[in-house]
């Protein structure tokens, strides 16, 4: 699993010198010490300022009529977590989740709240439709993959989201809000993450056991799984 870490402009630059030059692998440790410490105070403000804009949209959330459900989080925690988060990339500099916010309309709060979680299970399936077919055009790019191959295996991709959807299983559950409407009827609103890295190899698993019958297509997932 890739490490999570929040990196800056600043200190992905001097990344990139480091690796620049043929002779240096990794960092000097003068570079790592300006890295960290630039990345304790850059840690530190994210920290303070998801927290106070946090407050912010509970405070606005609140005003609309949302609440926390009994046992939950309160909801500036909730945001605050969701932010944080969002902010996380891998060391390669991408999102460290896969993120969704939606919402689910229901007579009862159990039927609106597994509405919005549906909903932001296939919008994460959505996403990682897209980072799968990243990965296929990569491969055509290094010559791994024929411009035929990739057309087949997109076609597939791009019908897979019921599969992709059944495969999210570790969903982490930041924000879960609701609020009943003049109709009598139940909003539940949630944010959920999902790890990317571990996402796009869960969906390229279940996909090559849908694809199980077709040797072919087989063969051709198989070459993007090492990613």
């Known amino acids: 699993m890739k490490t999570r870490l929040i990196v800056s402009a600043f200190a992905a630059a ?3 010198l480091a690796a620049a030059d043929a002779s240096a692998q990794v960092a000097t440790k003068k570079e790592r010490k300006q890295i960290d410490k630039h990345e304790k105070v850059l840690n530190k403000e994210i920290s303070e300022k998801a927290m106070k804009e946090a407050r912010k949209e509970a405070k606005r959330l609140e005003k609309e009529g949302y609440a926390v459900p009994f046992g939950q989080l309160p909801m500036d925690k909730q945001i605050e977590k969701s932010w ?3 902010y996380e990339v891998d060391a390669e500099g991408y999102p460290f989740y896969l ?4 919402k689910g309309f229901a007579a009862n709060y159990t039927a609106a709240q597994m509405q919005a979680m549906n909903a932001a ?3 994460i399936a959505g996403q990682i439709q897209t980072a799968v077919s990243q ?6 790019t290094s010559n791994e993959l024929q411009p035929g191959e990739a057309v087949s295996l997109n076609a597939f991709v791009s019908n897979s989201k019921n599969v992709i959807s059944n495969t999210l299983g570790r969903v982490l559950k930041l924000v879960e809000v609701y609020r009943t ?3 009598g009827k139940t909003e539940v609103m949630v944010t959920i993450a999902y790890n990317s890295d571990f996402a796009k190899k869960e969906a390229l698993k279940a996909m090559q056991n849908s694809a199980a019958s077709d040797a072919e297509l087989m063969g051709m997932l198989s070459k ?4």
């Open 14 to 16: 001097l990344m990139m």
């Open 84 to 86: 944080q988060a969002a």
């Open 99 to 102: 993120m969704s916010t939606q």
């Open 121 to 123: 299970k296939i919008d």
């Open 135 to 140: 990965v296929i055009e990569t491969k055509v």
């Open 181 to 183: 409407g003049k109709d």
């Open 224 to 227: 993007l799984v090492e990613e």
